[in-house]
């Protein structure tokens, strides 16, 4: 039996209902219990701290050929990774996820992050996270689209994350269930409204 096989997937409605998409149903919206800013979507399942993130982002004028580095790199940024590295890229196509027009553009990038997690910024030890990122680029509509599925792979005993998840240290499954649940949602996932992004 495949790691896709044993979750329960459900229908939501991501912005409103303009993406629709599959999701495990241990994902909650995290919209439901803290701020979210307006271009993203945050769904998480606290027993494993995993999460899923959707984000429309501004175009990034970049070639097809470096934009799975350049986002990468710019998460890295945003997450205040002490380090991170790429272990894998590849270009998508129609079989991936056949709700998307199949000129469009579409790569996956897989790697690693290791950072602090909320109030533990700054602070050691820090955990570490197998990060899948799928980047869809819409240029027509000045948007890029950005699916990433975190899964820690190490989480520090006396970090915040340890406090709420069912499970602390080595998380070996992480990489194996992050590549299950990327795929079960771009499979899934569909663009009911391309108003959503303009242009």
């Known amino acids: ?23 495990p149903e241990r994902f909650v919206d995290v919209s439901d219990f803290r701020p979210v800013p307006d ?5 998480a399942d606290g ?14 004028n970049v070639p097809d050929s470096d934009v799975g580095r350049f986002v990468f790199d710019d998460l890295a940024v945003a997450n205040e990774a002490s380090s991170s590295s790429i272990a894998g890229f590849r270009q998508l196509g129609a079989a991936d996820a056949p709700h998307i027009p199949p000129e469009t553009y579409m790569c996956l ?3 690693s992050q290791q950072a602090c997690k909320g109030r533990d910024a700054g602070q050691e030890p820090s955990n570490t996270v197998q990060l899948l990122l799928c980047i869809i680029r819409l240029p027509q509509h000045g948007s890029d689209l950005l699916v990433t599925v975190n899964a820690p792979s190490y989480i520090s005993p006396s970090s915040s994350a340890a406090q709420h998840a069912d499970a602390q240290g080595q998380q070996p499954e992480a990489g194996r269930q992050a590549a299950a649940v990327m ?17």
Do not use: C, N
């Open 39 to 43: 271009h993203q979507e945050v769904w």
């Open 109 to 111: 990038v897989s790697g």
């Open 183 to 199: 795929e079960g949602v771009l499979r899934s996932l569909k663009v009911q409204d391309w108003g959503l992004f303009g242009g």
């Open 47 to 60: 027993a494993s701290d995993q999460s899923i993130v959707v984000e429309i982002a501004e175009h990034s």
């Open 1 to 23: 039996m495949t790691v896709l096989s044993q979750e329960t997937w459900r229908p939501v409605e991501l912005y409103g209902g303009a993406i629709i998409a599959q999701f």
